[in-house]
């Protein structure tokens, strides 16, 4: 079984920063990409970032140049740098990971984290 360990979320005015973290743990396995979604009431999950064990990322026009993932292998652990922080950022954060264990892929999602911006 592999856990996904969310940290970092709360509360900040417009225009403020917050940073995200991620840990995975559990029996031994190979990340593939790990990511941030996120969810609005009502709505379904959106991406926010992805970044692939080789460094490759992946943003939607909404959060790039404010957001920054990025990953340390050694510690199995992803980072969502949130910049200049609006409103409409105000969601549920879910940390993804896609992973290979014993030959099969397996994809988990955090318990997520909340991340309230005021105007």
């Known amino acids: 079984q592999v856990q996904l360990v969310e940290s970092g979320g709360g509360f900040v005015q417009a225009g403020g920063s917050l940073r995200l973290s991620c840990a995975a743990s559990?029996?031994?396995?190979?990340?593939?990409?790990m990511g941030w979604y996120r969810q609005y009431p009502g709505k379904e999950r959106e991406l926010v970032a992805t970044?692939?064990?080789?460094?490759?990322?992946n943003y939607p026009y909404s959060v790039k140049d404010r957001f920054t993932i990025s990953m340390d292998n050694t510690k199995n652990t992803v980072y969502l740098q949130m910049n200049s922080l609006e409103p409409e950022d105000t969601a549920m954060y879910y940390c993804?990971?896609?992973?290979?264990?014993?030959?099969?892929?397996?994809?988990?999602w955090g318990q997520g984290t909340q991340v309230t911006v005021s105007s």
């Open positions: 970044i692939a064990t080789g460094g490759g990322t």
């Open positions: 993804n990971a896609d992973i290979s264990l014993i030959g099969r892929t397996y994809n988990y």
């Open positions: 559990g029996i031994p396995f190979t990340i593939n990409t």
